[in-house]
């Protein structure tokens, strides 16, 4: 090759390197579209997108306390449902993460599960402190993501069928280390830290899953990290081509999913007081939900924290109504799942309309 292809060569592969970072731009400016808009005049389909769940949300609570209005209309009722639901909250946060950088996690939950079970036998049967407790089980679920990550990244094989099957693995741990029991017992410092102790009648537990929600917020919107994890979760290839290390964002995705699933898991011993091997499970549909319906919210079209936030409170609330009114339980799954479809397809609708490379 000569000199003058080989420069021409350079120069075409800065123009691109230059077209990507105005692309990356590009969708951090997204974020403040609506503040655009407001110079412009007042968007009436942006705004509705932005904040359509949060209508929906106050639109639904008007139709159930309709029927059940000393119930419904009751502070009591919230401040019991915004407490319950803090795993929940921090759950779906931990799905979230991989889903941003283009990866599934279906061990969140079998994790969750996992962490309650660990720390209820290391402090009741082992007599550990609880504090300690807490810190080893944060560490087994940052270890399950990096085996997630190594046989996703080293083997190739894709994110569904790994965690599937981490999953399934975890749920088998779970049974052996408990002998399928329930596990009671847990110390109460972690039942007053999470469900006694509460401010404004919520249990602080609410509060701690409000706080992770806030700090993710700020990485994903105010960080290069979360820029990056944005980059690669639109195009791995793009990202790579425009310097991002691909593998190691991946990989850090599914260890925060991990460890932040552990603490979904510290949460729920501390509601309970205990640990028994299978409930966690039934939270897996209701993350997903909660994170799909999420993406089509405060930031349409990206998986994004507020959005989740406001979603898994939109649900409970829906479910909440349902048992106020005496609906049967497998409702709640008919809810759930539904409510699963109709997020993911609200949310590709979003998606092909903006630019997602």
């Given amino acids: 090759m000569s000199e003058g292809q080989s420069d021409n060569s350079i120069a075409a592969y800065e123009e691109r390197i230059e077209a990507l970072e105005a692309k990356l731009k590009a969708l951090e ?20 997108e932005r904040f359509g769940l949060l209508i929906a949300w106050a639109v639904m609570i008007l139709i159930l306390g309709s029927f059940k209005p000393d119930q419904m209309f009751a502070w009591n009722s919230y401040a019991t449902m915004l407490g319950s639901n803090a795993m929940v909250v921090v759950l779906t946060l931990a ?5 941003t950088s283009g ?28 504090g300690g407790a807490i810190v080893i089980v944060l ?7 990096l085996i997630n990550a190594f046989f996703i990244l080293y083997f190739g094989v894709h994110s569904l069928i790994v965690t599937l099957g981490t999953g399934y693995f975890i749920n088998g741990l779970i049974l052996w280390v408990s002998n399928s029991a329930t596990t009671a017992g ?35 919107q105010h960080t290069s990290l979360g820029r990056r994890l944005l980059f690669v979760g639109r ?37 309970r007081g205990a640990a028994d091997p299978s409930s966690a499970l039934a939270f897996l549909l209701p993350a997903f939900a909660a994170a799909f319906l999420g993406s089509t919210a405060i930031y349409p079209g990206k998986f994004n924290a507020l959005g989740a936030f406001v979603a898994v409170f939109f649900l409970s609330t829906g479910i909440m109504g349902l048992n106020f009114l005496g609906v049967d339980s497998f409702v709640q799954n008919l809810f759930y799942g539904g409510g699963l479809v109709i997020a993911v397809s609200i949310s590709q609708l979003i998606r092909g309309r903006r630019p997602m490379d």
């Fill in 29 to 48: 400016e997204n974020v403040a579209a609506s503040a655009e808009q407001a110079g412009q005049g007042f968007d009436w389909k942006l705004w509705g």
């Fill in 235 to 271: 195009g791995r290839e793009v990202a790579r081509l425009s310097g991002v290390n691909v593998d190691r964002v991946r990989t850090g995705a599914l260890v925060a999913s991990g460890t932040i699933a552990a603490f979904a898991g510290v949460l729920y011993t501390g509601m």
């Fill in 103 to 130: 990866d599934f996690d279906l061990s969140v939950a079998s994790v969750m599960g996992l962490s309650s079970m660990l720390l209820a036998v290391l402090n009741v049967q082992m007599g550990m402190p609880i």
């Fill in 95 to 99: 799905l979230m993460i991989p889903l």
């Fill in 139 to 145: 560490i087994v679920g940052a270890v399950v993501g």
């Fill in 186 to 220: 847990v110390s109460m410092g972690l039942v007053n830290a999470v469900i006694l102790t509460r401010l404004f009648g919520i249990p602080i537990g609410f509060y701690y899953a409000l706080a992770l929600t806030l700090i993710i917020w700020y990485v994903f």
